[in-house]
Each structure stands twice: as C-alpha cells, then as structure tokens.
C-alpha cells in the first residue's frame, strides 16, 4: 500500500500493470488493501484490484 501511494502523487509516470496488462491507479482504500485502477486504454474501464495483484515495471 505504501507504494501505491508513492506512485498515485509521484510527477512520473510509473507503468504499474494488473496480470499483465497496463493500468493506470486512479485511487486508492487502505482499509481494503484494495486499488480503483483502469486500463491505459481504456479509462472507462474501471475495477478494484487487490494491491498485491499490481506490478511494477
């Protein structure tokens, strides 16, 4: 969780990805050790992922 914090207020850009496939961190529930991500190619595309299932690369 700590770095998905650091990459969430980090100026650069970080390629996180989510069983292989490029996404982007749009926020963020510690309490749900949980992630609201999209895919780079598709904003619409909107999930909560588990924080141990990111990757990054």
């Not at 100026?11 to 895919?39: C, G, L, Q």
Request: charge should be negative.
């Amino acid at each position: 969780m700590h770095r998905v914090k650091q990459i969430v207020s980090s100026p650069e850009e970080i390629v996180v990805m989510y069983h292989d496939v490029p996404i982007w961190i749009d926020s963020y529930d510690e309490n749900a050790n949980t992630a609201r991500v999209h895919t780079r190619s598709n904003p619409n595309d909107l999930r909560d992922v588990e924080v141990a299932e990111l990757n990054e690369r």
